[in-house]
């Protein structure tokens, strides 16, 4: 007997019919004879709407307060989702995140998963129980409750799909998988019937809003096969794994972008050892997310300094960064707020030369002017003016996919 | 430095300005030097609004899955006030039943507490912390979370005063305190600046909804003052103790009714021991609470019985007590829906003949009918026609209460 966990996401169990119609899919796996665990997201917004209400109480609030409010929204939606299984003659039984053993750190808002004690799961599974766990949410040490940072429940069930040795893990959301661009930008874009965990954490980290990147890296430590598929629709799915075949492999398979890039240069950055951490390592303490890191070659041990973060952190960002250009003599510090990037991603690309060449060419023939580069193996990353965004990713459509 | 323990109601917490206004009433408290413990029940009508969703999932939802449901409502509101604290710069941290340490026994909806571990509380009572705790619900052996029945913050909260041998319990909401009759009902009744424990559970338990009857047996047993007051407004409300002066106990304190009526009358029951332990003993299992119980003088050793239970509960019941009917061989089961009670408390009855006469009397005055009478040492309680409770309150209140 197979256990197989499922995860649904918000828009999936945004109202009660829709609950209902979770339920149907579950029981149907059910049916088949095997163990299911599921890991739902908050009703619809709840979410936000539980943050509006924090801020309207405090212009600041605090993190550990904030995650005991935002936790609410998933136990609601596990519990009713286990009620409308129980009508339908089945046995559910709702676990929060605590209860299904999923232990944290305790950096509020964004914990880390440190294990799973899947005790009471395994045997809530041996009684015969479909178990439904709240998801996106853990417990610390001090008994406190903890998220795992915005879009998580994805997280949560592969790291339980990993310590129940599942079969498979199942993320159902409200697109039919991963497709070869946003298919809201290119609506010829195709979808994949399979990409491989690396391809797949390059797409996340890039702004592919499919799934959660930290859920891929969970899936390819833990070699848990992943399907990403609609809950709306009979659709097939991407599955996402380890053994992509060898000859899809050889392209690149999908083009990413991202609209949520700011960036920050500090100019004339004296170049002497221990700068990069003066800079980076008050950021890092202030919770903000540095992206791309690109330090300009040094010229007369002066260099500039560029990086980039969300934009709703920019602020915030720049409070950390202005003293710290102060006290390094920096020549200046400016931003900008209106970009974005498009990001290239293949296993394909990895043994074969003239990949990036091809982009850059592909967006200066756009007229679209690349502001900074970064690669990895198998991703090429240009970031470039926000309104061009578009159109380079339309065009780097055409050149590699439609080819 | 004493420790204080407050409770604010749903309706005190009903919306964003509400909850500021009680964090400013609870930092008024703790600038006094105290050290202050807060109960919250949920914002508004929350706690309906969520049991509204789980019938929508389930006609019969899993009274497990319904305390997981609705205990969030009240660790929604005990965060934000938390941060409403915190926003005017006080320490304060919200703690959800678990983590106040209020164990109870398994009885889903309406759980009993075994003991209160306040270890966390103390600790962060120590640290300088305004505590605030989610009322109504606790966590039982198996850490799953119970609630304590409808309206059960006010037995939280009295219970965490008796743990931690709080100074008093206040309890705050949207009347007054206690009165001579119901204000709604009579515009002359007036406010009691003081009522017994004794006295006050019986206005509780039938029918005065100014507070929960439970909290205040457990005031009793603990000895902790109890003051009932208004959020609104600066009246100084009414404290429930055990020393009420001697002087205001001889008389008719408080009228009570109460409309949630339902007689069953077994008719024909053949007299024998047992056949009432045949009874309430298949209802009490099936969780129906049976309020009054009358059985007339057997004659021929056949008798009637008659009892009460909430309109809510009579279908519940007829269930369980037909099946009984036709095992016991009695003649018929009537019910009859369309009843209230009228009950006049006071401990000033215990030594004072005359009381039950004069009551009698006024009712027969108005043409009331009174189908079933109850007493106990400082109480007098009658049944009556639904429609004619009304004009019963008013013209007892006219004859105890305005003498």
Known sequence: MAVIVQKYGGSSVADAEKI???ARRIAAVKDKGDQVVVVVSAMG????????????????????????????????????LAMALEAMGYEAISLTGAQAGIRTDSTH???????????????????????????FQGISEDMDVTTLGRGASDTSAVALAASLGAEICQIYTDVEGVYTADPRLIPDAQPLAEIGYEEMLELASHGARV??????ELGEVYNIPILVASSFTGKPGTLIHGGVSMEVRNKVRSIAHDLDVAKITIVGVPDRPGIAAAIFGPLAE???????????????????????????????????????????????????????KVSIVGTGMQ???????????????????????TTSEIRITCIIDEAKVKDAVRALHHAFEEE
């Open 286 to 340: 202030a919770n903000i997310s540095v992206d791309t890191i690109v330090q300009n070659a040094s010229v007369d041990n002066i260099t500039d300094l560029t990086f980039t973060v969300a934009k709703s952190q920019l602020a915030d960002a720049m409070k950390v960064v202005e003293p710290i250009c102060n006290s390094i003599n920096a020549r200046d510090c400016v931003t900008d707020s209106k970009l974005g």
């Open 351 to 373: 043994n074969t030369p003239g990949y990036a060449a091809r982009m850059f060419r592909v967006l200066s023939e756009k007229e679209i002017n690349i502001q900074l580069i």
């Open 45 to 80: 917004d709840t979410t936000d709407g539980l943050i509006d209400l924090a801020y309207r109480m405090n212009e600041h609030p605090d993190p550990r307060e904030l995650d005991a409010l935002v936790s609410t929204g998933e136990v609601v939606s596990s519990t009713l």
């Open 109 to 135: 808002r964004r914990a880390r998963i440190l294990k799973v004690e899947s005790r009471r799961i395994e045997s809530e599974l041996k009684a015969g129980n479909i178990v439904i766990v709240a998801g």
């Open 211 to 216: 799934m959660h990147a930290r859920a891929v």
């Open 20 to 22: 209902k119609n979770v």
